[in-house]
């Protein structure tokens, strides 16, 4: 058996957690393996909403276990603040025994939040936008080898070792910022929420993800954030401090490459980002901010309103690469039903030349985008269940884009809801 993997193309936000929710029955185990609370997965189905940022998307199936992977940074508090909503909502975790979480996944402690908000505010109007929950100090810390695990917290000292790296936090703070906040309340829900999460089953990933493998069962990793976050090769420094390619999933849970199956990459029919970075096809204008309005483009964590542009098939392509990519999801496609024309963007102007790839240096010099007209399908989708209610024009855009991209579309999603989504192939 394989782990096959889910992720997203663009700059996040692509709709995986609803599609990790469509595609759970089918699996026997959802493994997040990167990221943490800055990202919000959305799931909607019976007429109920849910928001996820550190648990997996597939916590509403009977028969699916959930793993928080050793590659995810875990903020106790946001994760017991998701774990007692569950719980309020019917969903008692604890009870169900259906999410267990690694050991080597580091934690957030309330300080990496101050160091992350006070980076942010001396970088000015050159900060990153980052979501302010602590990810970049965190991972920081865990290649800097001071980090601290979820197993740390059963050890005997615990409280001496977190007491160290906090002050070596307020030292940081002190010396290259100049104040420090008053985190005194969030320590003391940081150690409540480090207690619920003891209750968990904690375990080793690899093992537990292999042991799976080799009893035949199915494995699903849910990638967060999007290819174009991604520390290597997304647009950096405007990008996340974790890799959300498939490579991601390896490390992030311990399976070896040949144990990868089936990679879907997920992407909108569009395309958004949230924080700072290039955006070549930003529409930075009043049809960007259709786009917005129609699409509820604000910030599931951050409730940021989301930049939004036109679909950006160099960065598909680029992403398609580097992931493995063998099917694809789009979703979103409902959104674009109230334009007449839409737009894909097939190369780039870039120092007086056609390029079809990410430049090296686009974070500094302009990528302008080429644009190809395409004809709006102007048709409602969100109530279609059946291949044959696909508008010609609809078909016609999918067609292109599976030519262009060299990977079909699986899956398409009409709307929101669990039910919203058509299997195409
Ligand atoms: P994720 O981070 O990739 O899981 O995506 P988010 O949940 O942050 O953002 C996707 C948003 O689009 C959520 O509000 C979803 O409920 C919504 N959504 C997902 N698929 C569709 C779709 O096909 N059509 C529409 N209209 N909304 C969708
Ligand atoms: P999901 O999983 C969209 C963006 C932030 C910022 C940059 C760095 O919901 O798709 P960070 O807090 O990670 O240091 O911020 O990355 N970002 C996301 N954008 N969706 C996400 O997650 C994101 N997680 C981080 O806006 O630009
Ligand atoms: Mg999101």
Same mark, same amino acid.
């Given at each position: 058996?394989?782990?096959?993997?889910?992720?997203?193309?663009?700059?996040?936000?692509?709709?995986?957690?609803?599609?990790?929710?469509?595609?759970?029955?089918?699996?026997?185990?959802?493994?997040?393996?990167?990221?943490?609370?800055?990202?919000?997965?959305? $799931?909607?189905?019976?007429?109920?909403?849910?928001?996820?940022?550190?648990?997996?998307?597939?916590?509403?199936?009977?028969?699916?276990?959930?793993?928080?992977?050793?590659?995810?940074?875990?903020?106790?508090?946001?994760?017991?603040? !998701?774990?007692?909503?569950?719980?309020?909502?019917?969903?008692?975790?604890?009870?169900?025994?259906?999410?267990?979480?690694?050991?080597?996944?580091?934690?957030?402690?309330?300080?990496?939040?101050?160091?992350?908000?006070?980076?942010?505010?001396?970088?000015?109007?050159?900060?990153?936008?980052?979501?302010?929950?602590?990810?970049?100090?965190?991972?920081?810390?865990?290649?800097?080898?001071?980090?601290?695990?979820?197993?740390?917290?059963?050890?005997?000292?615990?409280?001496?070792?977190?007491?160290?790296?906090?002050?070596?936090?307020?030292?940081?703070?002190?010396?290259?910022?100049?104040?420090?906040?008053?985190?005194?309340?969030?320590?003391?829900?940081?150690? !409540?929420?480090?207690?619920?999460?003891?209750?968990?089953?904690?375990?080793?990933?690899?093992?537990?993800?292999?042991?799976?493998?080799?009893?035949?069962?199915?494995?699903?990793?849910?990638?967060?954030?999007?290819?174009?976050?991604?520390?290597?090769?997304?647009?950096?420094?405007?990008?996340?401090?974790?890799?959300?390619?498939?490579?991601?999933?390896?490390?992030? /849970?311990?399976?070896?490459?040949?144990?990868?199956?089936?990679?879907?990459?997920?992407?909108?029919?569009?395309?958004?980002?949230?924080?700072?970075?290039?955006?070549?096809?930003?529409?930075?204008?009043?049809?960007?901010?259709? /786009?917005?309005?129609?699409?509820?483009?604000?910030?599931?964590?951050?409730?940021?309103?989301?930049?939004?542009?036109?679909?950006?098939?160099?960065?598909?392509?680029?992403?398609?690469?580097?992931?493995?990519?063998?099917?694809?999801?789009?979703?979103?496609?409902?959104?674009?039903?109230?334009?007449?024309?839409?737009?894909?963007?097939?190369?780039?102007?870039?120092?007086?030349?056609?390029?079809?790839?990410?430049?090296?240096?686009?974070?500094?010099? !302009?990528?302008?985008?080429?644009?190809?007209?395409?004809?709006?399908?102007?048709?409602? $989708?969100?109530?279609?269940?059946?291949?044959?209610?696909?508008?010609?024009?609809?078909?016609?855009?999918?067609?292109? /884009?599976?030519?262009?991209?060299?990977?079909?579309?699986?899956?398409?999603?009409?709307?929101?809801?669990?039910?919203?989504?058509?299997?195409?192939?």
């Amino acid at each position: 058996m394989a782990v096959d993997v889910l992720l997203g193309l663009q700059w996040g936000d692509e709709g995986k957690g609803k599609i990790v929710d469509v595609l759970s029955a089918g699996y026997d185990l959802i493994a997040r393996f990167q990221g943490g609370p800055n990202a919000g997965h959305t $799931l909607e189905f019976d007429g109920k909403k849910f928001v996820l940022n550190t648990i997996p998307s597939g916590i509403f199936f009977e028969n699916t276990m959930n793993l928080i992977g050793n590659g995810v940074v875990i903020d106790p508090i946001t994760l017991k603040k !998701e774990i007692d909503k569950l719980k309020d909502a019917g969903h008692d975790l604890l009870a169900k025994k259906n999410l267990v979480i690694a050991k080597k996944a580091h934690l957030i402690l309330p300080t990496h939040q101050l160091l992350d908000a006070a980076s942010e505010k001396k970088m000015g109007d050159g900060k990153i936008g980052s979501t302010l929950k602590g990810i970049g100090p965190t991972y920081m810390d865990k290649t800097g080898r001071n980090g601290l695990r979820v197993g740390d917290t059963a050890m005997p000292d615990f409280k001496e070792r977190y007491q160290k790296l906090v002050d070596k936090h307020v030292s940081m703070l002190t010396a290259l910022y100049g104040e420090v906040a008053d985190f005194s309340e969030r320590e003391q829900a940081f150690f !409540e929420a480090v207690e619920l999460i003891n209750k968990f089953q904690l375990v080793d990933s690899e093992h537990f993800v292999n042991d799976y493998l080799k009893q035949g069962k199915k494995v699903l990793a849910e990638g967060a954030q999007g290819t174009m976050l991604d520390i290597d090769f997304g647009s950096y420094p405007f990008v996340t401090s974790s890799n959300t390619t498939t490579a991601g999933a390896c490390t992030g /849970l311990g399976v070896a490459p040949n144990k990868i199956g089936e990679v879907i990459g997920i992407f909108k029919a569009y395309c958004t980002r949230v924080g700072s970075g290039p955006f070549p096809t930003e529409l930075d204008n009043e049809t960007g901010e259709e /786009l917005r309005r129609i699409g509820h483009e604000f910030g599931a964590t951050t409730g940021r309103p989301r930049r939004t542009g036109w679909i950006d098939l160099p960065a598909l392509k680029y992403a398609i690469m580097l992931n493995g990519v063998t099917q694809m999801v789009m979703t979103k496609a409902d959104v674009l039903s109230g334009f007449d024309k839409i737009y894909a963007c097939t190369h780039y102007t870039y120092l007086g030349q056609q390029i079809d790839y990410m430049p090296y240096d686009i974070c500094c010099v !302009e990528a302008k985008p080429v644009l190809k007209e395409i004809e709006g399908w102007n048709e409602d $989708l969100t109530g279609i269940t059946e291949l044959s209610q696909i508008p010609a024009k609809l078909q016609w855009y999918i067609d292109y /884009l599976e030519k262009e991209l060299g990977v079909p579309i699986k899956y398409l999603s009409v709307g929101p809801d669990r039910k919203q989504t058509l299997v195409l192939h």
